[in-house]
Every structure is written in C-alpha cells, then in structure tokens.
C-alpha cells in the first residue's frame, strides 16, 4: 500500500530531518511510529501525502508515485487522509459543513449524499448530535473525532495520524483512542505517530523507532519493548514507560 | 476574559486602609462617550451656521456640488483599488517568481513615495506618455484615441496607491491563517485553488474588512488632494469660493462640515459592521 524507498527530507540544506528511510506497510496494517522530538516522524508522515516534498527518494502509495510530476497529487491525497495534532478543523464551518465540503468538491458528492455520509461517520465517532455545532463549541476530544470523521467520509485507502491525542486533555485521550482501535479492527491501513503505548499494544502489527531521522528498528510492539536490539530504543523507553 | 483576569487580581490585591473595593463599576460620567457628544454639537453648530446665515448658505451653494465628483472618485477609486490590490496581495504569496517580484516591486515603490508628488507623476508624466505611446498605435490602427480627464487620472493614481497599502492587508490576512488550515484542506485532495476559496479567503476576510473599511475612508479624504490637479470636488471649490469671496473661514468650515459627516457617518457604520461580525462569530469562537 505504502512503500518508501531512500526517503531523504533536508530543509533548508542543513537540517537533515528523514535520512534514507525505507519502510512498506502492506494493505490492512497498522504502524505506530515512535521517537524523540524533531527526529522527523512528522516529516516522514507529511511526505506520504506530499505536504513535503522529498529531497530524495520515491513515496509509492496505492501505486501512484508521487514524487513523479505526472502523478496527480490531488486525486491521491483524496485517498491518504490526514488527523493532525491540532485537528485543523475549519473554525468558520459548522461540524456538517466541514465534513461536506470535500466530499463535494473533490467526489463530486450531491449535498444530500455528502451529508448523509457526514452523518454516518459521525455516529461512527460517536457525536452525530453536533453536527449543526461549530468547531469552537466543541470539547479537543470531540474536535478530534469530527477530524476524523471528516477524512473518513472520503472513503481514504490510507489514514495518516500525527500525535492525535497530544493536544488533548487526559480525560478525552481515550475517546479518540476507541475510535481509533476501532478503525484498526475494521482492517484500515494506519500510519500513526503516537507515544501512547497502550494503543500500540493493542492496534499495531509493528513498532518503527525513529532516531535523527534514521528508522533504528521495527517489529512487532511487544518485541521491542520487552527486548529492544538498540541501546537507543532501549534508553527511549525507559524515559516514557513507567 | 480580561473581566475573569480583573475578578482574580482584585481577589489577590487586598484593599489597604480598610477602603473596600465592592465594584469595578465606574461612575456613569466616567465611562460616558463625551467626545462624540462634542463632535456632534460642532456639527450641529454648522448646520445651524450654514441654515442661519448667508455667508455659509452661500459659500454651501458654492461647495456641495462638489460631493458628486469626491463620492464618485471615491468609488471608482475603491473599485479599482480593490482588484489591483487582491492581485498584487495574492501575486506576493505566488508561487511564480515573476508574479511575486513585480507585486513586490510595485508595493514598495508606491508605499515610499508621498501621495502628492505621486499624484503628479502619475498625472502629468506617466498617463500621457503611456497614453501617447498608445495611442500612436491604436491611432495608425483602429483611426481612435484614449483619453484619461484630468479626473481620471487623478482617480486612477488614487487607486494605484490604495492598491498598494490593500495588496498588504490582503496579504497580511491570508497570512494570518495558520498554515494548518491549508494543509487541512490539501490533505482533503482540495485544490489550491478550492483551498484558498473555501477555506482561506471566507476566514481571512475577518481580518481583511475593517482595515479596508478605513481604507474606503481614508480614500475619501484623500479624493482633496484631485484638488490640486483643478478637479471640482469639495476642497477645489472651497479653494475657488474662498479665493474669490475672501470668505476663508466660510469655505473652509463649509468643506470640513461636509467631510466630517461623510467620514464620521462612515465610520459609524463600519463600527456596527465589526459589531455584528464579532457577533456573528461567538457562536464559533
Ligand atoms: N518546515 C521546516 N523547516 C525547517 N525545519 C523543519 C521543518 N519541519 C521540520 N523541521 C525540522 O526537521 C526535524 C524533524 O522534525 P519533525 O519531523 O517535525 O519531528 P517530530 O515530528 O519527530 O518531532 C526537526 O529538527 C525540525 O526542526
Ligand atoms: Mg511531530
């Protein structure tokens, strides 16, 4: 589904975020990608939907290349969705309208159709009472799962988070978790940049360690943390576990 | 907010010598509008000079026809304004090398020079020299010339300036959106083009209507200085009433008059238009 092949990201010609990264995910697996501050798991997510361009490398997503200039960006990104950290709800659309607006743009959905499908992703996500509310009206939790019922409703192939609950107060972590594991056990391929071990645990087919910008090792979660290869994956978690 | 912030410094600092600090209320004299009820006695004190006495009648008579050509500047002004500056705002953000430079280029220039002297550059030097290189061509072609009045030049310099300073409030308010909204909207397959539509411009608005609000009022004051190109709006036919009546204090009371109502009332509804989009938004802020 995803393979990256030498994925190289410098900014600015000195910051060297990703180095030569190489990782597949298969169709149906679910990757939680861990590491310290800046050592480019943002970086690596953004480059699977060409927020970043790649310095070097190739991004083969649903058999598109996207670093090639012929590929069209835009059809591709319908198909990765993307959950931010700090959910990037549009703040002057209601819950309805933010979910919508794509669906009818890019699809080509009818108004009734894409509201229909807002509606059934956001019983999904548990909050189909808000969808007449605005972002601001909303609890982080529940602005989260809107975001994720908003790239849901494209129908993605793919679905990219970037710390989703690290915004988040600690009692609505969990609400976005569920919601998360329960797209895990429906079989949607995940890349999710995340530290709560919990949900690795539970969700992942496989840890990434990411150190500078390098992968350091991968495997299944449990694999490494009861018995990491690398001192620096060891130390790593030794500072976030309990 | 800044209310709750008061509450809790108020709980912290205790009252000294047993004086009690029960209420932030402040007397009604305090918080009263004084200026606006000077400002409008002054008005009222004009219209009562120029209904009363036939001194200021006259020089009234003399003056307000001039309010057609200052409105009417005003407005082509604005128009032309608005388009030259969304163009040039965008054009600094472009991707294209060539579009960004020449925003940039035309934005700097215009902003370092003052109005006046612009305006006789514009009028008297680069209209009919670009016009007269046109129209030798349009001439030997179609058998027709172009020609820009005095007013329209002038107009169109107007333009060419507010152009520049707008080009930078559009730009600062698409700027202001954090880049998280078009990421958001990239990240949908949103076009940049549908991005920046429907997700961009509808919130940079916001920040983009008063400061052109105060843009249009600033227009229209600054339609006085056509005056010195001998176009007949208000402030040219003050000069020309005060010139030949020696009525210096008649004319010139008469012309501010006119210019106060126009920019006050202006600014009046430009108050209750933010009003009503702050209010507009509490429900999504
Ligand atoms: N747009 C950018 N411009 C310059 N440097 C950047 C940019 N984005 C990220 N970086 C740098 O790249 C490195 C990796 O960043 P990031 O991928 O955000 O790390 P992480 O998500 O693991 O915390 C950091 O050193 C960061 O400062
Ligand atoms: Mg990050």
């Given at each position: 589904m995803i393979t990256l092949s030498g994925l190289t990201k410098t900014f600015d010609r000195t910051i060297h975020a990703v180095k030569d990264v190489d990782l597949h995910i298969d169709e149906g697996e679910v990757v939680v990608i861990v590491g310290p501050s800046g050592s480019g798991k943002s970086t690596i997510l953004r480059c699977i939907n060409l927020l970043e361009i790649p310095t070097a490398g190739t991004v083969l997503v649903d058999g598109f290349e996207l670093t090639d200039t012929s590929t069209d960006i835009d059809h591709v990104r319908a198909e990765v969705g993307m959950v931010f950290q700090q959910f990037?709800?549009?703040?002057?659309?209601?819950v309805m309208e933010n979910i919508t607006l794509a669906q009818r743009k890019?699809?080509?959905?009818s108004r009734a159709e894409a509201e229909e499908m807002a509606m059934r992703q956001l019983t999904r996500v548990g909050i189909p009472e808000k969808a007449d509310s605005y972002p601001r009206q909303l609890s982080g939790g529940q602005q989260q799962r809107v975001a994720i019922a908003r790239s849901l409703a494209m129908e993605p192939r793919v679905m990219l988070f970037d710390e989703?609950?690290?915004?988040?107060?600690p009692e609505m972590v969990k609400e976005v978790l569920d919601v998360m594991l329960e797209l895990a056990a429906e079989g949607m391929t995940m890349v999710v940049v995340s530290h709560e071990m919990g949900f690795a645990r539970a969700a992942a087919d496989r840890l990434v360690f990411i150190d500078e910008g390098e992968i350091i090792e991968a495997g299944p979660p449990e694999e490494i943390f009861t018995n990491p290869a690398h001192e620096r994956t060891r130390a790593f978690f030794d500072k976030i576990l309990y | 907010m800044t209310q709750d912030q008061g509450a809790e410094t108020d709980q912290k600092s205790r009252p000294r010598n047993g004086s009690k600090r029960v209420t932030d209320e402040r007397p009604w004299w305090d918080t009263f509008p004084w200026w606006s009820a000077i400002i409008a006695a002054i008005l009222l004190w004009m219209a009562w000079q120029i209904a009363t006495s036939e001194d200021y009648e006259l020089a009234w008579d003399r003056i307000s026809p001039g309010l057609r050509l200052t409105v009417t500047a005003t407005l082509q002004a604005f128009a032309i304004a608005l388009v030259v500056g969304l163009a040039a705002g965008m054009g600094q953000l472009s991707r294209n090398v060539v579009a960004r430079n020449i925003s940039r280029t035309y934005v700097e220039f215009i902003r370092g020079i003052p109005i006046l002297p612009l305006i006789f550059t514009v009028a008297l030097i680069v209209v009919p020299e670009t016009t007269e290189m046109l129209n030798s061509r349009l001439n030997a072609w179609f058998g027709w010339e172009f020609k820009l009045s005095f007013q329209m030049r002038a107009t169109v310099t107007l333009a060419l300036i507010y152009g520049a300073y707008m080009a930078e409030i559009f730009r600062g308010g698409i700027q202001s959106i954090p880049p998280g909204q078009s990421e958001a909207g990239r990240s949908l397959g949103l076009t940049r083009r549908q991005t920046m539509n429907s997700v961009i411009l509808p919130q940079a608005m916001r920040a983009i209507i008063p400061p052109l609000g105060n843009d249009f009022i600033a227009i229209l004051k600054d339609t006085s200085l056509l005056s010195v190109l001998g176009v007949l709006e208000i402030t040219q036919r003050g000069r020309q009433f005060s010139a030949s009546t020696f009525k210096f204090r008649e004319g010139y009371f008469v012309v501010s008059f006119i210019y106060l109502i126009l920019t006050l009332s202006l600014s009046l509804l430009l108050g209750l238009l933010e009003k009503r989009m702050t209010r507009d938004r509490q429900g999504e802020r």
């Open positions: 990037n709800l549009f703040p002057h659309l209601t890019v699809r080509g959905r989703p609950t690290s915004a988040l107060d | -």
